[in-house]
């Protein structure tokens, strides 16, 4: 089976540093890109960046860039999001998603269950 | 960037009625559009991509068109499962890949 396994929910005070994971299993891995996706509480689903775990380039949104960094592990299939100092506006559900395989497109095919983040004092 | 905009933000609709929901891009996103279900306390969904073609186990009753700035998802009959929030993304200009703010499809 095809999934894609993310880490546990996570309660952080800001100015912590947190890193989150994305565990692929039933694929290989390297061939195919995995976004992470934020959707804050109540709201609409956004764009953070993608990696392609067979190099490891990366991709991230304006509002995202310099605040997250999206890395992966390919001996391990796994990818992270990893923030240096939270904020409390970093208070959402983070999914990572894989883009599907067919060439050209972007849709976004298998997802993990979701990380729960909370950021308050 | 480009703006994806949905209409209507809720959509009211009897089981068994067509469902009609609309995205229009801020600029041309030619035919890299997709639609995703989310339904509470899960991940969403991919329904469509390319903005026509069905991903893999999608039921037939989910259809989508057009191409440019105008988007429509169409439900044909629509079941008790299909009542959730439907987002429309695009992928033709990133990044970043934009989402529209999702309609909710609600039983009337």
């Known amino acids: 089976e095809v999934q894609l396994v993310q880490s546990g929910a996570e309660v952080k005070k800001p100015g912590e540093s947190l890193r989150i994971s994305c565990k692929g299993s039933g694929y290989t891995f390297t061939n195919f890109w995995i976004s992470w996706v934020r959707q804050m509480p109540g709201k609409g689903l956004e764009w953070m960046g993608r990696?392609?775990?067979?190099?490891?380039?990366?991709n991230y949104s304006p509002s995202s860039q310099g605040h997250v960094t999206i890395s992966a592990d390919k001996s391990i299939s796994t990818a992270y999001l990893q923030w240096s100092s939270l904020k409390a506006s970093d208070t959402a559900m983070y999914y990572c998603a894989r883009r599907i395989a067919a060439a050209g497109h972007y849709g976004m095919d298998v997802w993990g269950q979701g990380t729960t983040v909370t950021v308050s004092s | 960037e480009i703006v994806m905009t949905q209409s209507p933000a809720t959509l009211s609709v009897s089981p068994g009625e067509r469902a009609t929901l609309s995205c229009r891009a801020s600029q041309s996103v030619s035919s890299n559009l997709a639609w995703y279900q989310q339904k509470p306390g899960q991940a969403p969904r991919l329904l469509i991509y390319g903005a026509s073609t069905r991903a893999t186990d999608i039921p037939a009753r989910f259809s989508g068109s057009g191409s440019g700035t105008e988007f429509t998802l169409t439900i044909s009959s629509l079941q008790s499962e299909d009542f959730a929030v439907y987002y429309c993304q695009q992928y033709n200009n990133w990044p970043p890949v934009t989402f529209g703010q999702g309609t909710r499809l609600e039983i009337k």
């Open positions: 990696i392609d775990p067979s190099d490891s380039y990366t």
